[in-house]
């Protein structure tokens, strides 16, 4: 996939046309249901990966995709400090849902440049670029767009998100969109999606777990708190580098700034 960073006219003419084909999408299903809104992506906007973490609510998306269809390509980026129940949580609901194309993504220069998983403690920024960025990029390359699980109600950084968007890494527009289907769902329609198709729960959330992350990264979060507090905690850090915003990576109360 093209890089359209520079100023060429050519590629500032394709960041264009990608902006107004996500401008005619976000207008074409912008009243319509999040399983509407995966079933266009998938039929009208070229060649779809999901991404799944396979974390707290990632099996409403994996859901869908295994209804729309099965063989529907679902990236999983195992950054190999994931929790164990993570991983095995993984295995099964691929199975049960016979989802047919899963692929693990996995960096491939971690016994170099973080021989003794230290990076973390360090600078938490590089080690998500390491071992989520740089892999998810790779992984993606062959992709027009890919479908992420992002909701408004998640962060401040994520309360205009619309159904369809423009992908950009920290050099610039990707030449992909991005498409959030359940960017105006409420926690509530979360659990009665879960709840209605008798979905199986990631194991940590039932202990104080709502958001899932890498195991040394992500803490319990306790009542009343943000359910992404627990989400690098004390840090000022919101995003793990995948999902830019204005073309920076976002941190916590930039968006009042």
Known sequence: MLNLADSSPVRAAQADALAEKARALNARYRHHS????????????????????????????????????????????????????????????????????????????????????????????????????????????????WITGRKRFQSGSRAALEFFEVEEIADGPTGRLKVNPLAHWAPEDVRAYMEENRLPRHPLVAQGYPSLGCAPCTSKVAEGEDPRAGRWRDQNKEECGIHIVDGKLTRKGAEDK
């Open 34 to 145: 999040a399983t509407a809104v995966m079933e266009g992506a998938l039929r009208d906007a070229g060649e779809i990966a999901l991404v799944s973490s396979f974390g707290a609510e990632s099996v409403v998306l994996l859901h869908m995709a295994a209804i729309i269809d099965p063989a529907t390509p679902v990236l999983f980026v195992d950054t190999e400090l994931l929790f164990t129940e993570t991983l095995i949580y993984q295995q099964e609901v691929s199975e049960r849902l016979g989802l047919r194309n899963v692929q693990i993504i996995r960096a491939d220069d971690i016994a170099e440049k973080d021989p003794y998983g230290a990076l973390r403690f360090s600078d938490t920024d590089a080690c998500c670029h390491l071992r989520k960025t740089v892999p998810l990029q790779k992984a993606l390359a062959g992709f027009d767009g």
